[in-house]
């Protein structure tokens, strides 16, 4: 058992489909314990982005601070604060923060389909 | 793929291994579109505890709000806002909030090892 701040983790650029001032840190990863899905937390600076893409994995999402427009929902779709996001496996998502003030920060749950 | 603030999400009273002022809400549970893991808030109120007990199901936690102790760690360990916590599976674990002032709010995602 650990307890650690997530600040201890690495902050590392995503740069995956064009994602633009977005960070994540994997707070339980492989390496650190996890068995069949990871924890992560992205954070997505005011201008950033991580534009539509899709992939086998499903996304469990609690968003911790701030809100972006939700790409690959319907039209007008924000998730902010408190709020839970599932997103499908295999279905196109994407968050777009390009207006915000603030970081849309957010904790993000991944399978390790591929045991990665 | 939805987004739904997590108090729409029944917040249900856990009586589990003698906890007291304890409550889960299953922000993502197999109803709502988890596959083989759930995502759950936890918020134990002040005076509140879910005593020592243990699982083949391991934890990866993400802390919101408040601290509490953490039992079946080392003497001393503290879980607060902002720290991820890993609890492998079988390890006795607990989380004692019995002094504190604010609730001890977190995530906690869990393998459904069962399918329910």
Redesign the interface.
Known sequence: ???????E?EEIEVTLAGSQKTTVRW??GKR????????R?FDIKPGGIIPLHEHAE?H?I?V?QGQAK?I??NDG???KK????????N?P?GYDNTEGTESFRF?C?I?LLDNE
Not at 1 to 7: C, E, L
Not at 82 to 89: E, G, I, R
Request: proline share 5%; hydrophobic share 50%.
């Open positions: 058992m650990y307890a650690v701040n997530y600040h983790r707070l339980v650190t314990g996890a068995k069949t899905y990871a924890m937390l499903e469990e609690f911790l939700i690959g929902g779709d924000i998730a408190d709020d839970v996001v599932f997103v499908p496996s279905q998502h904790i749950v399978p």
